[in-house]
């Protein structure tokens, strides 16, 4: 699990390293705007216009990270339970349930009717690991 989450820990970060230097950098154009206004300068305007982009893009940038960081989340939660026909060898995958073990009677089998039993209970992700490694 840590090994998964770390990058994805350093990355948002850095994002938000970066976020918080375009908010400054931005802060600072609204001031100078402000300031160059107050001069009647006429490049106040631009200045107004890169603190806007920039409060622009670090909220944006704060949405996505979030959206991202949930996203994550989600792919790492499910545990899937593997249900494997003793007769057949028939194989179902559904999400884990309370009270899920291995070798658990989990009803009968839609094919044969012989017994289904409880075979694996795994994270996707540890799965995918596993697929590679052999
Ligand atoms: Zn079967």
Redesign the pocket.
Known sequence: MDEEEKPVRRLSSIVLIIIVVVLALSASALYQAIDLYLKQDVASGYYLLIGFLGLAFSIYMLLQTRRRMRRFALKTTPVTTTIT?Q??D?KNLREFERGDFILKEAGS?T????TMLISAIYRELKEKVKEERF
């Open positions: 026909c007769k057949c028939f089998c094919k044969c009717d012989g």
